[in-house]
């Protein structure tokens, strides 16, 4: 370059593709028993993740339930796609015949359903399962969600208040009481309205009870095993009855991993979400 000559930089910005296709996509999905208000919970969760702004509605007046999820994104990326355009995502049926449906809206419309919209809160807790998600085209990435949560959300459908979920866990380790790894566990995600809670059940009388109001974050890290291989586990922070912070290590299989993560948040998002509701009515 001539001296003298002014050095001009140029930067660029890529701005991820968080646009949908013009064309609304539909999948229906029949002799599930799904609990469908737990998937539409799980899909706010995750598009909370993402840094979307998420608006909700439901309408389960009659049999058949509806619920509408609309999402934008904030910052500049709003400001470059336009500020009124949202996704929406609309879950309608009964819990063993619905339909999901993903399309594109206008912020703040509803309709859809009867009932008013209302703007979620961030009241989850940090997870990285929007991290497994590495498609290039969001529409990708928010299928490939949704069709998770039906596959793990498969037989929750129930009339009692309180509802079990049960995972195998190969090991827990990382918990000061206990001197050793406890080795072949079940890990159980209790949904029970104002006292959920995560149980861990072992052999040995080991047992362990984290109430969903405890807990931080639930986070998936990396650790190499025995084997020397790097194994995916989930790592739970939460506070005991004496205040103290702990954070034990749990092991799963690599095909239920995402499963257990996205109902950790789920179960910790609800109980949250709860108090502030009656925070605002008291």
């Not at 009124?84 to 594109?104: A, C, H, L, M, Y």
């Amino acid at each position: 370059m001539p001296k003298g000559m002014p050095q001009v930089v140029i930067k660029f910005q890529i701005i991820p593709d968080y646009t949908l296709s013009n064309m609304p996509k539909t999948e229906k999905f029949i002799g599930k028993n799904a609990n469908i208000e737990r998937i539409a919970t799980r899909i706010e969760n995750y598009l909370t993740e993402n840094k979307f702004e998420v608006a909700f509605s439901r309408d389960v007046s009659g049999e058949s339930h509806t619920y509408l999820i609309q999402a934008r994104k904030s910052g500049l990326i709003r400001t470059v796609s336009g500020s009124r355009r949202s996704t929406d995502i609309t879950i309608s049926g009964q819990p063993n015949n619905f339909e999901i449906k993903v399309g594109t809206g206008e912020w703040g419309k509803n309709l859809v359903t009867s009932a008013p919209l209302f703007v979620i809160p961030l009241v989850g807790i940090a997870t990285t399962v929007t991290k497994l998600y590495t498609a290039k085209k969001f529409e990708d990435n928010l299928w490939s969600f949704v069709k998770d949560q039906v596959k793990y959300l498969e037989n929750t459908h129930t009339k009692d208040q309180t509802n079990l979920k049960e995972y195998p866990c190969e090991y827990v380790e990382g918990y000061s009481e206990w001197k050793s790894p406890i080795r072949d566990c079940k890990l159980f995600l209790e949904y029970n309205s104002g006292n959920s809670c995560i149980i861990l059940k072992t052999s040995i009388e080991q047992g362990l009870k984290i109430p969903a109001t405890k807990i931080e974050s639930a986070k998936i890290i990396m650790k190499r095993s025995k084997e020397n291989t790097d194994d995916r586990m989930i790592q739970i922070t939460f506070r005991d009855d004496h205040d103290k912070k702990r954070s034990p290590i749990f092991n799963f299989d690599d095909d239920i991993i995402r499963g257990v993560l996205a109902g950790i948040d789920e179960l910790v998002s609800e109980t949250k979400l709860q108090q502030m509701t009656l925070a605002i009515k008291h």
